[in-house]
């Protein structure tokens, strides 16, 4: 039971992480709305389900029982960190392909 909690404590830190630096490319003005859009997404069954294909499709059942001891361990503390580091990383990438690629983005 307590590992379910610890679990879902990273999940939430992670995503509130990735939010919060994600908003800083977010002018100041549309942070209240685009807090609510993203937590509504990481929070949906949707979003759950697509994490779930998409490591069923990309790893095999020895890679993620690997993944699983690693975030019971060492990994606890990456996982920390790994919301902190994608919301930074994220919005420079998009920043990055929008900036030589302005057609991909066009509407």
């Known amino acids: 039971m307590g590992y379910a ?58 890679e993620l029982l690997s993944l699983t001891r690693f975030n019971r361990g060492e990994g606890v503390t990456v996982a920390g960190k790994l919301g902190h580091y994608m919301g930074i990383i994220v919005p420079e990438i998009i920043l990055l392909l929008q900036r030589e690629n302005p057609e991909l983005f066009r509407t």
């Open 5 to 62: 909690w610890s679990l879902q404590t990273t999940e939430e830190q992670w995503g509130n992480d990735l939010v919060a630096g994600v908003m800083r490319s977010v002018p100041t003005e549309n942070h209240e709305a685009g807090e609510r859009l993203m937590k509504k997404l990481f929070t949906g069954s949707r979003f759950r389900e697509l994490m779930i294909e998409s490591m069923a499709e990309h790893f095999m059942v020895g």
